[in-house]
């Protein structure tokens, strides 16, 4: 159900409908549970360290190294998604209501905290968190398209039914305040931001995707569809084609790669990120600041991943290290994971371990 991947790229750690806890070792190729009692929205990695971040069924929220040593301890609610900074100073997770907090105990602070809906039980997905390291940013993405303007709805109002920040949003890390909104996704939303905080990527259900750079974040970019090409607002229909769409760059889709987006992951440091089709076992790579997929990369049919079927509560489950260019993905209906190895040089992406 979730999963993270350590900055050393040799370590992951997931959480698993069962409860069960569990670290596989890749270079070794080894795996142990270490708990049977985890949130199972709760596993990932705290970036460039060796060491994990989780939450018992006692709502303890732990980090520890992969050796076992524990870094820190404390309670919290139930958590439907987390993630904290690689100096350990900054904290952020979301509840099941698509409530979003900075910090804990004494220091837990509301960051988007507007409405009951859409929320997890409306929308069958986790509101997603991304980080970025380089730059004082975070982002959140859910559902929907989102057109109010941050100035006219405040981040927090308990009386809000339905939530103003569904969709894509940036926020400051240090402030705690929204930075921008992102337009023009539908439905079900993923997005990522790049380790350097340069870059916004969002796909959804409906197959759009789209791309900001956060220093002209009024600046919105739309990604190729696979087939069509890329969609060209602002200009006049065509005779008897109103779609007036740019193909010029597209390569030819495989068989079985489909734009309806369940994730997007950054696989090599903040240059190339892979994009994950709903119910379908290719990914497609995109080279940050360009609009055209750069090839395709087939998953294996066997065993069948969390991309197989609507699994948009099981995003989390698809985790990588930038870094090192490592995937690990779960699979859709047994306990064990796919790992794969990207090599940036000549573009593959390799199946290098397989437990079923």
Same mark, same amino acid.
């Given at each position: 159900m979730s999963a993270g991947v350590s900055g050393s790229g040799r370590y992951v750690i997931t959480a698993h409908r069962d409860n069960s806890l569990i670290l596989w070792d890749i270079k070794e190729e080894k795996w142990k549970t270490l708990n049977e009692k985890a949130n199972i929205y709760?596993?990932?990695?705290?970036?460039?360290?060796?060491?994990?971040?989780?939450?018992?069924?006692?709502?303890?929220?732990?980090?520890?190294?992969?050796?076992?040593?524990?870094?820190?301890?404390?309670?919290?609610f139930p958590t439907y998604g987390h993630l904290m900074s690689s100096d350990m100073a900054t904290y952020v997770s979301a509840d099941q209501e698509w409530n979003v907090f900075t910090g804990y105990g004494d220091n837990k602070t509301p960051v988007l905290k507007d409405g009951i809906s859409p929320s997890f039980t409306g929308s069958?997905?986790?509101?997603?968190?991304?980080?970025?390291?380089?730059?004082?940013?975070?982002?959140?993405?859910?559902?929907?398209?989102?057109?109010?303007?941050?100035?006219d709805y405040a981040p927090i109002d308990d009386g809000r039914r339905f939530s103003r920040?569904?969709?894509?949003?940036?926020?400051?890390?240090?402030?705690?305040?929204? #930075?921008?909104?992102?337009?023009?996704?539908?439905?079900?939303?993923?997005?990522?931001?790049?380790?350097?905080?340069?870059?916004?990527?969002?796909?959804?259900?409906?197959?759009?995707? &789209?791309?900001?750079?956060?220093?002209?974040?009024?600046?919105?970019?739309?990604?190729?569809?696979?087939?069509?090409?890329?969609?060209?607002?602002?200009?006049?229909?065509?005779?008897?084609?109103?779609r007036n769409r740019d193909k010029s760059g597209l390569i030819e889709a495989p068989r079985g790669a489909h734009d309806f987006t369940i994730a997007v992951a950054f696989i090599h440091n903040s240059e190339y990120y892979l994009r994950f089709g709903n119910n379908s076992h290719m990914a497609?790579?995109?080279?940050?600041?360009?609009?055209?997929? #750069?090839?395709?990369?087939?998953?294996?049919?066997?065993?069948? &991943? #969390?991309?197989?079927?609507s699994n948009y509560d099981r995003n989390t489950a698809i985790a990588t290290s930038p870094e090192t260019g490592i995937?690990?993905?779960?699979?859709?209906s047994s306990g064990g994971i796919s790992?794969?190895?990207?090599?940036?040089?000549?573009?593959?992406?390799?199946?290098?371990?397989?437990?079923?």
């Open positions: 709760s596993a990932t990695f705290v970036p460039n360290r060796d060491a994990f971040l989780w939450q018992d069924l006692n709502d303890q929220v732990k980090v520890q190294t992969v050796t076992g040593e524990e870094l820190l301890n404390f309670n919290h069958g997905k986790l509101l997603n968190l991304a980080m970025a390291e380089g730059k004082s940013y975070f982002i959140t993405a859910g559902s929907g398209d989102d057109n109010d303007p941050i100035e920040y569904s969709g894509v949003t940036l926020w400051n890390t240090d402030t705690g305040k929204p #930075v921008a909104k992102f337009q023009g996704n539908s439905s079900k939303t993923h997005a990522t931001i790049s380790p350097d905080g340069q870059w916004v990527v969002s796909a959804d259900e409906a197959g759009i995707g &789209l791309f900001w750079n956060t220093d002209r974040p009024d600046v919105r970019h739309r990604l190729a569809r696979y087939h069509s090409g890329i969609y060209l607002e602002d200009t006049p229909f065509e005779t008897g084609d109103p497609a790579l995109f080279k940050t600041g360009s609009p055209w997929p #750069v090839k395709y990369f087939d998953l294996g049919e066997s065993p069948k &991943l #969390v991309t197989y079927g995937l690990a993905m779960g699979h859709q790992v794969y190895q990207f090599d940036p040089d000549e573009l593959t992406l390799d199946r290098v371990w397989v437990v079923e």
